[in-house]
């Protein structure tokens, strides 16, 4: 098992590129089991997450070959429609193949996901709205099968919740569906409108993507396509607050600053420096940041995976600041690790009060889900002394060569095997 060592204390310097995304390619490929065919998917990050799809999807029977970053899926050949338990228990994703397989093949048998480390997702609403479009569904023996006994049909679907899952979900089942779906209270992350994207590039009719309500009319057939996905926003904003928090000055290519305005608001008022120039972000740490309260919210509010990394910036600010947890249940686990560095952390409910500190210091740490990783790694850069950090797989899950990316910013980390 690998661990990092991170020796804090310098100032980030230089240009680094900001990989495809993660919750972007995971639908998208997972979408190209709708068609009879080959598809290549470009800009896709060699993450342990891709991997288990990749994993998944050859379960299937389907063929993936990588170039570069580059897959080339081919879904022609799927010869099952069971998701088991071993696959589907490693990434909630897993679970949106059930509509793309119920919507091809008429029938489906997926694994139920889980519970999750910083929290339950519960797929009620995915099922809500596969029900809507006339699946009968049964829950046995910790699966859902599904099954369609003529082409799905097309409905209105109102989410109770903003749903990011529920709604790619959706999406992928009604672009063959026969008429027109509706799904309103559809969550508007940008990897929604990319998803969308690259369903209409296969010939599906969807219109509304990215906002609160979708119109999707059904076309009888999808045929394979070739698409690029977007660049990562949370690896974006995680490269923002590295610079932000060891006070450095890092330019960020191959982002989209649209798609960060709330985090780009908060930093600012922290007192970071921002400008976009031919589509590069410079990002300016100051001398001394100032704290700044943040509330997490669906998309376009503050994004809940950005709000462990803040908090470790806000960790050295002056002042105090209180930072608020409004998606999941779960999501403050990395208080205790921060508190590990000297943090002057205090949690009530799904709120934490941080009391700025002049710095952090080097300790040993364990991390306990993906973005808490990255929130570790931020401390550590910005900490005196020497930074431990066990249980990366958990990084590798969402970040690409992040060791890697933030050597050539100049940060001294590297990668170790633990004996």
């Known amino acids: 098992m690998d661990k990092l060592i991170i020796t804090g204390g310098t100032r980030l310097k230089g240009e680094v590129t900001v990989s495809g995304s993660k919750n972007a390619s995971l639908p998208i490929c997972i979408a190209a089991i709708l068609a009879n065919g080959v598809s290549h998917i470009g800009n896709v990050p060699r993450l342990r997450d891709i991997a288990t799809t990749a994993k998944l999807l050859e379960s299937l029977g389907s063929t993936v070959e990588r170039t570069g970053s580059t897959l080339k899926i081919d879904a022609g050949p799927i010869n099952t429609v069971e998701a088991t338990y071993d696959l589907v228990k490693t990434m909630r994703a897993?679970?949106?193949?059930?509509?793309?397989l119920l919507a091809r093949f008429g029938r489906a048998r997926v694994s139920l996901p889980g519970g999750c480390a910083i929290g339950a997702r519960p797929i009620d609403q995915h099922l809500k709205g596969l029900k809507a479009l006339g699946a009968e569904i049964r829950l046995e023996h910790g699966y859902v099968e599904a099954i369609a006994k003529k082409r799905l049909k097309g409905a209105r679907v109102?989410?109770?919740?903003?749903?990011?899952g529920g709604t790619e979900h959706l999406m992928m089942a009604a672009a063959t569906a026969k008429g027109e779906t509706v799904l309103e209270n559809a969550a508007r992350e940008p990897e929604i409108t990319d998803l969308g994207e690259y369903l209409n590039r296969m010939g599906?009719?969807?219109?509304?993507?990215g906002t609160d309500?979708?119109?999707?009319?059904?076309?009888?057939?999808?045929?394979p396509a070739a698409y690029e996905v977007m660049p990562d926003r949370i690896e974006a904003g995680?490269?923002?607050?590295?610079?932000?928090i060891t006070g450095g000055d890092v330019r960020i290519s191959g982002m989209k600053l649209?798609?960060?305005?709330?985090?780009?608001?908060?930093?600012?008022?922290?007192?970071?420096?921002?400008?976009?120039?031919?589509?590069?972000?410079?990002?300016?740490?100051?001398?001394?940041?100032?704290?700044?309260n943040i509330k997490t919210r669906p998309y376009p509010g503050f994004p809940?995976?950005?709000?462990?990394?803040?908090?470790a910036l806000m960790c050295i600010a002056d002042g105090a600041s209180v930072i608020s947890e409004n998606i999941f249940e779960n999501r403050f686990m990395h208080v205790s690790e921060l508190q590990r560095f000297g943090a002057d952390i205090t949690v009530e409910g799904n709120s934490a009060t941080i009391k700025g500190?002049?710095?952090?210091?080097?300790a040993p740490v364990m991390a306990t889900d993906l973005r808490a990783s990255a929130c570790l790694v931020l401390a550590g850069l910005a900490a005196e002394g020497t930074t431990e950090i066990q249980r990366i797989y958990h990084l590798d899950r969402g970040y690409e060569r992040i060791e890697e990316k933030l050597a050539g910013l100049g940060a001294k980390i590297e990668r170790v095997q633990e004996s």
């Open 238 to 244: 995680t490269f923002m607050i590295a610079a932000a």
């Open 158 to 164: 109102n989410f109770d919740v903003s749903t990011v």
């Open 258 to 292: 649209e798609h960060l305005d709330a985090l780009c608001f908060k930093l600012q008022d922290a007192g970071v420096e921002i400008t976009s120039r031919d589509g590069v972000v410079r990002v300016k740490g100051p001398k001394r940041l100032q704290a700044v």
């Open 304 to 311: 809940t995976d950005m709000q462990a990394q803040f908090m």
């Open 213 to 223: 309500t979708i119109r999707i009319q059904g076309v009888s057939e999808l045929t």
């Open 94 to 100: 897993s679970v949106l193949v059930l509509g793309p």
């Open 357 to 362: 500190i002049k710095k952090l210091s080097g």
């Open 204 to 209: 599906a009719k969807i219109e509304g993507a």
